[in-house]
């Protein structure tokens, strides 16, 4: 934790700097560490910041960095909950579940850096030290409610929140991602435990911010957009935080009372995979066809020569 904190005061001085670059005596000025140190916190700047340059003259970095502000979050975002922000956690989803009884309804944890982040199969979830905004929020159902489509639900919810704070064009990828175009900026996983009273779920997302690979290459090329892509002047980490936070509270407030059937309209229009081609493999059975939406459970339906075939979970391949 230690050396995350030098790490992001490093990044913070570089970002206020002229044009982001200090030299080395002014770094260690600044940091109040020796030598050694330094090139311990250089060598975690190199491998977490895209774009870092570190030489025997100058450390730089690409773009200013602007940190998650744990009190602007808690004020501007919607519904109930406290926020916390932390420097570096393994996960935040594994956070909460390991302490799930010490979180209420509605409290969201953020974290600069995850060393474990992870996704849905067990995917690890990577990226570049404030080029994303990581989050994890709790939340309690009654046991006897249906989870399986809350995932599309939040997804729903979170694309329509970010359209109307101006990044136009996002879809949601059944089961669980967010896309934009031809390329996945955001993925969400939720995670629960039954207790006695109730179910804790625990839903993190990873959102894509700013880029963190070669942006010199077309959209059409990259694996990964952001944020940044659709809407620069829009793209700000802390106003992307608030606007997360308050659409997965709402999602998971009307989901309680409503289901999903209270998002279900919408899906067409947000529907990624409508029309597409594609294979879903549940590890035991690979069904194929042309996706013509969802149920009203949330399952994929596919059609495949005018054979109807309903999937509840897997994963999506196109064809």
Same mark, same amino acid.
């Given at each position: 934790?230690? !050396?995350?904190?030098? $790490?992001?005061? &490093?990044?913070?001085?570089?970002? @206020?700097?002229?044009?982001?670059? %200090?030299? #080395?005596?002014?770094?260690?000025?600044?940091?109040?560490?020796?030598?050694?140190?330094?090139?311990?916190?250089?060598?975690?700047?190199?491998?977490?910041?895209?774009?870092?340059?570190?030489?025997?003259?100058?450390?730089?970095?690409?773009?200013?960095?602007?940190?998650?502000?744990?009190?602007?979050?808690?004020?501007?975002?919607?519904?109930?909950?406290?926020?916390?922000?932390?420097?570096?956690?393994?996960?935040?989803?594994?956070?909460?579940?390991?302490?799930?009884?010490?979180?209420?309804?509605?409290?969201?944890?953020?974290?600069?850096?995850?060393?474990?982040?992870?996704?849905?199969?067990?995917?690890?979830?990577?990226?570049?030290?404030?080029?994303?905004?990581?989050?994890?929020?709790?939340?309690?159902?009654? !046991?006897?409610?249906? $989870?399986?489509? &809350?995932?599309?639900?939040?997804? @729903?919810?979170?694309?329509?929140? %970010?359209? #109307?704070?101006?990044?136009?064009?996002?879809?949601?990828?059944?089961?669980?991602?967010?896309?934009?175009?031809?390329?996945?900026?955001?993925?969400?996983?939720?995670?629960?435990?039954?207790?006695?009273?109730?179910?804790?779920?625990?839903?993190?997302?990873?959102?894509?911010?700013?880029?963190?690979?070669?942006?010199?290459?077309?959209?059409?090329?990259?694996?990964?957009?952001?944020?940044?892509?659709?809407?620069?002047?829009?793209?700000?980490?802390?106003?992307?935080?608030?606007?997360?936070?308050?659409?997965?509270?709402?999602?998971?407030?009307?989901?309680?009372?409503?289901?999903?059937?209270?998002?279900?309209?919408?899906?067409?229009?947000?529907?990624?995979?409508?029309?597409?081609?594609?294979?879903?493999?549940?590890?035991?059975?690979?069904?194929?066809?042309?996706?013509?939406?969802?149920?009203?459970?949330?399952?994929?339906? %596919?059609?495949?020569?005018?054979?109807?075939?309903?999937?509840?979970?897997?994963?999506?391949?196109?064809?």
């Amino acid at each position: 934790m230690a !050396r995350s904190v030098k $790490l992001l005061n &490093l990044v913070k001085h570089l970002s @206020l700097a002229e044009n982001h670059s %200090l030299t #080395k005596k002014e770094c260690l000025e600044l940091l109040c560490v020796n030598e050694k140190e330094f090139e311990i916190i250089c060598s975690d700047l190199k491998s977490l910041v895209f774009g870092a340059c570190v030489n025997d003259e100058k450390i730089s970095i690409l773009r200013p960095y602007e940190p998650l502000d744990e009190d602007l979050l808690f004020r501007k975002s919607k519904g109930k909950g406290r926020v916390c922000v932390l420097p570096e956690i393994d996960s935040t989803n594994s956070e909460i579940l390991r302490n799930i009884d010490s979180y209420t309804d509605g409290d969201a944890l953020l974290a600069e850096i995850q060393t474990q982040g992870r996704g849905r199969r067990g995917r690890k979830w990577s990226g570049s030290l404030g080029c994303q905004v990581l989050l994890s929020c709790a939340a309690f159902f009654d !046991r006897d409610i249906e $989870l399986s489509a &809350l995932p599309l639900a939040v997804g @729903l919810n979170v694309a329509s929140e %970010l359209e #109307k704070a101006g990044f136009f064009g996002i879809k949601v990828k059944w089961p669980n991602d967010l896309y934009f175009k031809n390329a996945k900026i955001a993925g969400i996983l939720i995670e629960s435990v039954v207790r006695h009273e109730n179910v804790g779920a625990v839903i993190g997302i990873g959102m894509n911010v700013f880029p963190f690979e070669d942006g010199s290459l077309a959209l059409q090329k990259r694996e990964i957009l952001t944020l940044a892509d659709i809407n620069p002047h829009k793209a700000h980490r802390n106003f992307v935080a608030y606007t997360l936070i308050s659409a997965i509270r709402q999602a998971c407030f009307v989901y309680k009372s409503d289901g999903f059937a209270a998002f279900k309209e919408k899906w067409p229009y947000y529907d990624y995979l409508l029309g597409k081609k594609i294979l879903v493999n549940d590890d035991v059975n690979k069904t194929s066809g042309i996706c013509i939406g969802i149920d009203e459970n949330g399952a994929l339906l %596919l059609n495949a020569d005018g054979t109807l075939h309903s999937v509840k979970a897997g994963h999506v391949e196109f064809l």
